[in-house]
């Protein structure tokens, strides 16, 4: 997930460290005049995408005109209503979801962000990606491809929502993410453990504590995992050991195939043969 170059937080997430979590099937909305919503809370996110017309919505002591192409997030614990704009059909789409970093902290939380955008110029993709997102779940019956749709309209409504990283999370909240993200994308570096160490404002120790209470692993044990996922891949795609030892970081052979073995159950060797 890439958004505006000055946002380290999403600049640096990668997609099996952001989980999203639908609380319900979506919600297609096609309402007349009449229709509202009464006041109620819900306990997650509630994202609304208008396809067509108009409605009113009420979030706390804020009101928002939802219009064709544009997009509302309601946030949990929050007492809202909404009723019809007035004229023509409404027509949307509404998604419950939680969405977590790190399996622990509520991607929302860490950012500030605006409820209402407007898509504009991506609005003919957004709009087709809806389309898709609700047929998925009509014909297919199953939330696979619908996830993967619904990430896609997550992700274009942070490009227009974001706003800047929150006042309220904690420095080592930041450094926790940059660090699992250096660690994923450059364990073939012989120096990337003491690279990811030297950019804590903490000591060794704190640092190793903090991102296994992040985490649940040690950054040391976070890194063998990414080298054995990516020399899997490696053997899988037909390589040899040796190669995918060394392109992992592993400058002894022997080691890697200790390793691998202890962390897989099998020896490189026979897992190359075996695919």
Request: contains cysteine; glycine residues 6%; hydrophobic residues 40%.
């Amino acid at each position: 997930m890439h958004m505006r170059s000055d946002s380290m937080l999403l600049r640096d997430l990668l997609p099996d460290q952001m989980h999203v979590t639908f609380t319900e099937r979506p919600i297609p909305q096609k309402q007349g005049t009449d229709w509202s919503i009464d006041p109620r809370v819900i306990n997650d996110y509630d994202l609304f995408v208008c396809l067509s017309g108009s409605a009113v919505f009420r979030v706390q002591d804020a009101e928002y005109l939802l219009s064709r192409g544009e997009a509302l997030l309601v946030p949990p614990y929050t007492i809202f209503s909404a009723r019809h704009g007035g004229q023509g059909r409404f027509e949307a789409v509404a998604q419950h979801f939680t969405v977590d970093v790190l399996g622990r902290y509520d991607l929302f939380s860490l950012i500030r962000y605006e409820r209402h955008v407007r898509f504009d110029r991506a609005w003919p993709y957004v709009a087709e990606t809806v389309r898709l997102y609700i047929d998925s779940w009509q014909q297919d019956g199953t939330s696979l491809f619908g996830h993967a749709h619904f990430l896609t309209l997550l992700t274009q409504f942070l490009r227009k929502a974001y706003r800047g990283e929150s006042a309220d999370t904690a420095v080592h909240d930041m450094f926790i993410i940059e660090m699992a993200h250096l660690l994923q994308t450059r364990f073939a570096s012989p120096d990337v453990m003491e690279e990811a160490i030297s950019r804590s404002p903490y000591s060794r120790d704190y640092t190793t504590r903090l991102f296994r209470e992040h985490t649940g692993v040690t950054p040391k044990q976070y890194l063998i995992q990414a080298r054995i996922r990516a020399a899997r891949e490696m053997l899988q795609q037909g390589s040899s050991v040796k190669d995918a030892a060394f392109a992992t970081g592993h400058k002894d052979e022997l080691y890697f195939s200790r390793l691998f073995r202890q962390k897989t159950g099998t020896p490189p060797s026979a897992y190359r043969s075996g695919v």
